[in-house]
């Protein structure tokens, strides 16, 4: 027979020991597993620690104790040896608002609150109605658009070759997104389709366009576009453009819905069939809301790779935030401080993307529970 | 009580027939396309008239007119424009070469970084991985060809160790004279590893025969690098370095790698080694903790259980997106037209502008892509179909 | 059957002595004081969160206890890997979610360690593989990967797994509790095999038909201590403590 003592039977009630030092105070406990648990662990940690040392206290010395900061002249920043901040309060209207003309920047701010709000809420779950958010964004894009062409209401009119900056990155963005997404359904229905020339005609697309890079579907919508226009019909370059984005990033986008929709269970195609839905009603109103929900971290993803990918304006001349800083940078007097002009772009670019895909892990998170 | 609905009567119209909308429906679409096809044709053809532009591939046999930088094949401004695609196209396949492999091998020490216990270590990975990811490629390479240009004029370049050389006309490097032995090194490389390889199946099959382990890592190294020393020093161990000297404003000899192409280089591989990175973490996260238990209860000793049950289920998640990545960098090499290296989309652009041909020029490049792209697809279904895990 | 057992083999093969363990501030192992002799048969129950798979987990070193003595077969478990890789040789351990190798075959995963830690030439490894198949009743699904089985199948080539490496004791952690009632049955079969054959095992599990077919003693395990052990006779029918007794009329009743 097993011999065992009973411990603490008797008292009815359980005997607790004081956990030894080590294991009890936390941070000591911490420190310990994290930094010295094992010796490889300890050289690692004392290398990274002698590395840090030597390089982080002159980096810190330039970015912030010996740097200019606020409204200084160039010469003031030649003169420091540390990083020169100024040429940002210097230059942050051309880089951020391009060519805009200056007394009606005041019309760009409000349009960006406007549109970070409208943003801001399409984001929150609590609003994720049809009936909230088509409205919501029709009022949003009239409202923006309003502000930044004026022409109406005592607002002096400005030609969309003169936008650049934050404003066109934005609607570079959005056009991207909002008629890339629909175009994206339609491929992804049509990749799953059953007849083979429909879905022929969609895996050749998405896989063409898969397949090449960004730059060159740019130069087809600039140089090889016009072309196919009748003389005499013109489209704004930046239409083009958007055009381009968006069935580039309809392609990448439907094989993220294609993912979704091999996820739904045929039960559902069936019960919806059973019902005697058409093909149309079925998915609108059974499959599409189900598979979206289940790729959208997937869709949220692409979604910031869009935002990135507005920066290759630069290489066609359109203005966005990182072409109108480099044409900014150009400038002969502060030529010398273009690493921090692009540092405060790069910022910009990271607030917005880390926050969405903060925003995507957390979406992520709330549908594992919810499939639980 | 309420009347039966009416039994519908029964439809014989071909119009309501699945079959038959079917095939209607791809009739339409291919109308459609082939409609829309001719409009376009027309129109650009009558664009093209318009302008007094040429079309058709003639042009690829002229003479292009103008040079580049920087070429692997010999290179000058009387040679065909179709010489020049080629010296693009080898272009972008040598920066997209070294930018796959110091991508991965930067990434995959990022990403086994981001899971080591060492709360420093893994800190410091995942700050460069967001950092990197969530800035655009665009950025990365402007932002190196600006570090770059900030860097000393050559007189006084940086020298990191003899005979290194870092300004701003970039980096030079000695480089060993080109020898008669140099062949024959190459084929004993080759003999080298192919002896490496039957080394390692012979330990398998001693093992599975006797028991008996034999190890075959680090054996393999040196028989695989062996080889060639061996014949080296038979040879008479000959290694003359061609140092880079200045010589005017520039240094001659060594080998050269201009800023363009080390800009070009680092911005797209930092770039994509932060993916990279986050693949890796989520394959080895992806395997269960239970299997290393199991294996640990079985008694397998830690390199055994990284070999044969930790490796071959992390590869299985990570190589597939690796692959996707690899091709992203490829198309990114694409931003040298930015900065000025001579890759495909550059050469084509420029060809472009030349000759006004847009569309050939255009066609030509998405051609090259497209092609890049497919084979790596097709490696990649055939790897998976290899080893995939079977199911129920 | 008990009496005859323990006559003919008196030896201890696992003790523990004051075994105590902390997560953080958290205590989950309190004073555990036990012996097992060689051939017994142990079966742990108990409350969830009362520490009996930590406890059965700190014989082969999954977990780490801070105090205490645990020696297993005559070694004794402390940081020495030598020490840790010969007691996870002697020790099989079958997990309640199975953890099969499923990029590898059935009989791959059986040859595994025997290959490389008994340094088994292939063909005895299949050949024992094979044998343990058999004696779990599945030699058909040799070839096939793990994905393709049914839970019960999967359990029972675990078990097999263990059995290859031909261990002195076997620990199971709630083996049944992740299957499907109608397989339950066909593992547990397995598992009563087994212990007529004169396996030294520890089981963790909620079966307590199971438990009163099998068991030598019974352990009843709350809050990190052993509250009280017994036969399996009187553990069922008149267990001393009122703790053992609640949780008795909690589990038995359905």
């Known amino acids: 027979m097993a011999d065992v003592e009973m411990n603490g039977a008797q008292n009815g009630g359980r005997k607790q020991t004081p956990a030894p030092v080590a294991e009890k105070i936390a941070v000591l406990r911490w420190v310990r597993e994290n930094f010295f648990s094992s010796i490889g662990n300890t050289i690692l940690t004392v290398v990274i620690g002698v590395f840090i040392v030597k390089f982080l206290p002159p980096f810190i010395e330039w970015a912030f104790f010996d740097a200019v900061w606020g409204a200084q002249t160039h010469e003031a920043c030649r003169a420091s040896e540390g990083a020169c901040w100024a040429v940002i309060t210097e230059k942050h209207r051309p880089m951020l608002f391009g060519l805009y003309p200056y007394e009606e920047h005041w019309r760009l701010i409000i349009a960006l609150i406007v549109y970070v709000g409208a943003i801001c809420i399409t984001l929150t779950r609590r609003f994720w109605h049809v009936k909230i958010l088509v409205p919501l964004w029709i009022a949003n894009l009239a409202i923006c658009c309003l502000l930044m062409w004026g022409g109406i209401f005592g607002l002096t009119f400005v030609e969309t070759q003169q936008w650049g900056g934050l404003p066109l990155t934005m609607v570079l963005f959005t056009g991207t997104v909002v008629f890339g997404m629909p175009i994206a359904v339609l491929l992804a229905l049509g990749r799953r389709s059953h007849l083979p020339g429909i879905k022929a005609v969609c895996v050749t697309a998405i896989e063409c366009m898969r397949g090449v890079p960004l730059i060159t579907i740019l130069f087809v919508a600039v140089n090889v576009f016009p072309l196919f226009l009748p003389q005499g019909l013109e489209f704004d370059v930046m239409v083009r453009v958007m055009a381009g984005m968006a069935i580039f990033f309809a392609c990448y986008q439907a094989e993220v819905i294609r993912g979704g929709l091999q996820a739904i269970p045929r039960g559902q195609y069936e019960a919806a069939e059973a019902i005697g839905l058409g093909y149309w009603q079925m998915m609108v109103r059974i499959i599409l809301p189900q598979a979206l929900r289940v790729c959208l971290p997937g869709i949220v993803n692409h979604i910031i790779a869009a935002f990135k990918n507005t920066s290759y304006v630069l290489i066609i001349g359109l203005f966005d935030i990182l072409s109108a800083t480099t044409a900014v940078m150009q400038d002969p007097l502060w030529r010398l401080f273009t690493i921090e002009a692009y540092i405060f772009v790069a910022l910009i670019y990271f607030v917005f993307c880390f926050a969405l895909s903060k925003y995507s892990q957390n979406l992520e998170q709330w549908l594992d529970q919810g499939r639980r | 009580m309420a009347d039966q609905p009416q039994t519908p009567k029964s439809d014989n119209s071909i119009l309501n027939s699945i079959a038959f909308r079917g095939i209607a429906y791809q009739v339409l679409l291919g109308a459609a396309i082939a409609l829309l096809g001719w409009y376009l044709y027309t129109n650009v053809n009558e664009n093209l008239d318009r302008q007094n532009i040429a079309t058709g591939w003639d042009f690829l046999e002229e003479p292009a007119g103008f040079g580049i930088s920087e070429s692997i094949i010999a290179f000058d401004s009387s040679q065909t424009f179709a010489r020049i695609f080629l010296a693009g196209v080898l272009n972008t396949l040598h920066v997209a070469f070294f930018g796959i492999i110091l991508a991965t091998i930067l990434g995959v020490t990022m990403g086994i970084a981001r899971v080591s216990r060492n709360w420093l270590v893994a800190k410091l990975a995942s700050t460069y991985v967001e950092i990197c990811r969530n800035v655009p490629v665009v950025l990365h390479v402007i932002f190196w060809s600006s570090i770059i240009r900030l860097l000393p004029h050559p007189r006084q370049a940086i020298e990191p160790f003899d005979g290194a050389f870092i300004s701003n006309r970039g980096l030079m490097l000695p480089f060993p004279f080109d020898h008669s032995l140099y062949p024959w090194l190459g084929l004993a490389l080759i003999v080298g590893i192919a002896g490496a390889v039957y080394f390692t199946r012979w330990a398998r099959i001693t093992r599975e025969q006797t028991g008996k382990y034999i190890a075959t890592f680090w054996p393999s190294i040196g028989i695989a690098l062996g080889v060639p020393l061996v014949v080296w020093l038979i040879g008479g161990a000959p290694l003359t370095w061609d140092f880079p000297a200045l010589r005017g404003f520039n240094y001659q000899g060594g080998i050269s790698l201009s800023p363009e192409y080390i800009a070009l280089l680092i911005g797209i591989t930092v770039y994509t080694a932060a993916f990279i990175a986050e693949i890796v973490r989520s394959g080895i996260e992806s395997i269960h903790a239970g299997q290393i238990e199991a294996a640990n209860a079985l008694g397998l000793r830690r390199g055994f259980v990284m070999r044969y049950i930790t490796i071959p289920q992390a590869l299985r998640v990570i190589v597939p997106p690796t692959a996707s990545q690899f091709l992203s960098l490829t198309k990114n090499s694409s931003l040298g037209v930015l900065i000025g290296y001579p890759d495909l989309v550059n050469i084509g652009n420029t060809s472009l502008n030349q000759t006004g041909q847009a569309v050939e020029a255009i066609a030509i490049m998405m051609l090259v892509y497209l092609t890049i792209s497919l084979t790596i697809s097709g490696i990649m279904n055939l790897y998976n179909k290899l080893v995939a895990i079977k199911e129920r | ?254």
């Open chain 3, 1 to 254: 059957m008990t009496e005859a057992n323990s006559a003919a083999t008196n030896d201890t093969v696992i003790e523990l002595k004051d075994v105590n363990k902390w997560y953080g501030e958290f205590q989950a192992l309190a004073d555990i004081n036990m012996s097992v002799k060689k051939g017994e048969r142990v079966v742990v129950c108990g409350p969830s969160g009362s520490g009996k798979s930590t406890m059965i987990r700190c014989i082969n070193r999954l977990e780490v206890h801070q105090r205490g003595t645990i020696i297993v077969d005559g070694i004794e478990l402390t940081d020495n890997l030598k020490n840790i890789e010969a007691i996870r040789s002697e020790v099989g351990m079958v997990f309640q979610s199975f953890n099969l190798f499923p990029h590898m075959r059935v009989v791959d995963n059986l040859t595994l360690a025997p290959m490389l830690v008994r340094k088994m030439p292939k063909k005895d490894a299949e050949e024992i593989a094979m044998q343990y198949l058999e004696r779990v009743q599945i030699p058909e699904q040799a070839y096939k990967f793990p994905g393709q089985l049914s839970g019960g199948q999967q359990q029972r080539v675990a078990i097999a797994r263990s059995l290859c490496m031909q261990p002195k004791i076997m620990l199971f952690d709630e083996p049944t509790s992740a299957l499907d009632p109608e397989m339950i049955k066909e593992v547990l079969d397995v598992m009563v095999e087994l212990a007529e054959d004169g396996m030294t095992m520890i089981v963790v599990t909620h079966e307590m038909g199971f438990a009163k077919t099998v068991a030598d003693t019974m352990v009843f395990m709350d809050q990190g201590e052993i509250v009280e052990t017994a036969e399996p006779g009187k553990f069922f029918t008149n267990p001393d403590s009122e703790r053992t007794q609640l949780f008795l009329s909690q589990i038995l009743t359905h």
